[in-house]
């Protein structure tokens, strides 16, 4: 076969893909690309909290990071690394008011569901 008729059977070929329609519904959103929601259910043991009380629910803290007022207690365990940021309201003591979690690997995980190993931890040490 020769050149030109290489070239427009190859055209013949392609035409048609070129004149399809495009897809009539739009691909799925992929789940990990959605930011986690930030929900307070499954919380309330340690928000609000003060570093005694982290302690006796989780155990010795794996860290201790202070900044000015700041507090940040950080707890490992196998499933997960919690951070608890502890800040003073006016005069009083220190209290979580924020909490970060994630897998060891630094992929995300559930708050609560950290926060459950977390106090399995605690029991167990």
Partial sequence: MRPIMKRLALLALLTPAACAAPPATPAPRVASALPAPVATAGLDRVLGRNAAELTQLFGQPDADYREGVG???????????????????????????????????????????????????????
């Fill in 71 to 125: 507090r940040k207690l950080q707890f490992e365990s196998g499933l997960c690394v919690l951070d608890a940021y502890l800040y003073p309201e006016g005069r009083g003591e220190p209290r979580v008011t924020h909490l970060d979690t994630r897998q060891p690997d630094g992929s995300p995980i559930d708050r609560a569901s950290c926060v459950a190993a977390m106090t399995r931890r605690g029991t167990a040490r």
